[in-house]
């Protein structure tokens, strides 16, 4: 008893921050409450209605969409690819590159800002929503190819050499026998990515500065001001932008919660 008392007080406490987040985009009045109380006296939804009507919000959602699917698959697939050669290859030069995947990610990407700007610069993407989905895959893959490799790595060797027995390529093992096994993996490695890329602020925000290329946590930004803040739009466009992610998890759940051994033994 005194555990479940314990564990629903520590949840509550995680989810305070979220449901004052709720509270605030649906009262009146762009204050933020001193209280921590989550009673509602007069709802509305007119932050909402002007965050929807705002311009080029629909563009912005779209650039949004548009870079975190671009990422997702770009980064899966290569992800995909390097991580298994990884696991079940041996060729100069492996232990090293695994060795600079992980001293990368040592570092945060905000280090890179100024050379990846100069980068952009000279290939001419800046303001291009390409451009920044060259980023963002590139910053992604390492984790995903580590998270990868070691799923790879599990997956037993005998199926892989049953498949090659009955004539199978070294192509058609890989696509039909090691991706189906890994949908667990590469569930929480396409979640990663698009949440990556669809919450990301600080890179989008320096290499973009036209309106209607912006890609919504640059807009949140925008309610953010150096006198005085938004906050019910803020919070509205927040739960507005945190929905898409929400729903791409629920989809994938029981991907992410299905084991290895049940695709292993299916015939």
Same mark, same amino acid.
């Given at each position: 008893?005194?555990?479940? %008392?314990?564990?629903?007080? *520590? ?34 939804? #007119? ?14 959602? %779209? ?22 050669a990884f696991a ?21 990407? /905000? ?23 060259? #980023?963002? *895959? ?6 995903? #190819? ?50 990556t890329a669809w ?20 807009? %949140? ?7 005085? /803040?938004?906050?019910g739009h803020f ?33």
């Amino acid at each position: 008893m005194a555990g479940h %008392l314990f564990l629903s007080a *520590a949840t509550f406490l995680t989810l305070l921050p979220v449901l004052l987040v709720v509270r605030k985009a649906f009262t009146p009045g762009h204050a933020f409450a001193a209280d921590l109380g989550l009673h509602v006296r007069d709802l509305t939804l #007119v932050h909402f209605r002007q965050v929807l009507s705002a311009p080029h919000v629909g563009r912005q959602a %779209l650039n949004s969409l548009a870079v975190a699917a671009a990422t997702t698959v770009i980064g899966v697939f290569l992800a995909c690819t390097a991580a298994y050669a990884f696991a079940r290859f041996r060729f100069p030069g492996r232990r090293a590159g695994l060795t600079a995947f992980l001293v990368v990610q040592m570092f945060p990407a /905000t280090l890179l800002t100024i050379p990846i700007y100069v980068i952009l610069d000279h290939l001419h993407l800046l303001n291009r929503l390409s451009g920044l989905v060259l #980023v963002y *895959a590139t910053t992604a893959i390492p984790f995903c #190819v580590w998270m990868l490799k070691g799923y790879f790595e599990t997956i037993p060797r005998d199926l892989e050499d049953a498949a090659r027995i009955d004539g199978a390529s070294r192509l058609g093992v890989f696509v039909r026998i090691v991706l189906p096994l890994s949908r667990p993996a590469l569930a929480v490695t396409a979640l990663f990515s698009f949440m990556t890329a669809w919450n990301e602020f600080i890179l989008a925000e320096t290499f973009l500065s036209r309106e209607d290329a912006y890609t919504l946590p640059v807009v %949140l930004a925008q309610y953010v001001g150096q006198r005085t /803040t938004e906050w019910g739009h803020f919070a509205a466009g927040a739960l507005l932008t945190a929905l898409p992610v929400m729903v791409l998890f629920y989809a994938l759940q029981k991907h992410l919660v299905a084991g290895l051994t049940a695709g292993g033994v299916k015939g």
